[in-house]
Every structure is written in C-alpha cells, then in structure tokens.
Nanobody, 124 residues
Framework: QVQLVESGGGLVQAGGSLRLSCAAS????????MGWFRQAPGKGREFVAV????????DYADSVKGRFTIARDNAKNTVYLQLNSLKPEDTAVYYC?????????????????WGQGTQVTVSS
C-alpha cells in the first residue's frame, strides 16, 4: 500500500510560481507511475501531468504544457509539480496519485492511491 501526502499549495498572484510536493510511504514507490490531477470548484477532476517509473516518460494536459513540470526523486519517495506562469484558471485542489499500470496513464480510474490534496489559489 502507498500513502501520499501533498504539500506546497497556497495563494499566489497570476504569473507567479509554486512547487508542489507529494511524499509517498512504502518501499515500492519506484514501481508506480505518478500523476497529478486537479479539481476546481464545481468542476470534475482533471488530469494535469504524469511521470513514469524513472522519470523518463512524462505527459501533460494541453492546458499546462510549457508552464508545469513534473519530476520525481525515487530516493526520496517524492514527486514534484513545478507550476510556473500561473493563471486564475489554475485555481483548484491538486491531488497526486499512484498508478500500478504500465505506461503513461491520464485517466483517474487507472490510479489506485490518492493523496488528500493541496489547495492552489491564483489571484488575478
């Protein structure tokens, strides 16, 4: 089993940056593809980014390409999401998740474990 704890959210002005972290428990962290999702008020959960076992494979939602960067440190059991050039529409609760599936997965049902989320609020 994997437990995930996100941190790093907060209030930032448009154009600013944040770095989210997701710390995972367990010794099998490197066997999971790790993803970030977000959910804005009144909206459904949205895929943001995913990273493969060793960090060599990544994928992003079109809405964040070129602005967000996902990375992982398997020695620290941690996955990161660097958020740059933030926009008010990026405001949401951001969740990290772990998937045992092989390959880049962008759908929520492929993920087995979820964190509790961290709030990101971008003011205009």
């Amino acid at each position: 089993q994997v437990q995930l704890v996100e941190s790093g959210g907060g209030l930032v002005q448009a154009g600013g940056s944040l770095r989210l972290s997701c710390a995972a428990s367990g010794r099998t962290f490197s066997r999971y593809y790790m993803g970030w999702f977000r959910q804005a008020p009144g909206k459904g959960r949205e895929f943001v980014a995913v990273i493969g076992w060793s960090g060599g494979s990544t994928d992003y939602a079109d809405s964040v390409k070129g602005r967000f960067t996902i990375a992982r440190d398997n020695a620290k059991n941690t996955v990161y999401l660097q958020l740059n050039s933030l926009k008010p529409e990026d405001t949401a609760v951001y969740y990290c998740a772990a998937s045992p599936s092989i390959g880049v997965v962008t759908t929520g049902h492929e993920y087995r474990y979820w964190g509790q989320g961290t709030q990101v609020t971008v003011s205009s």
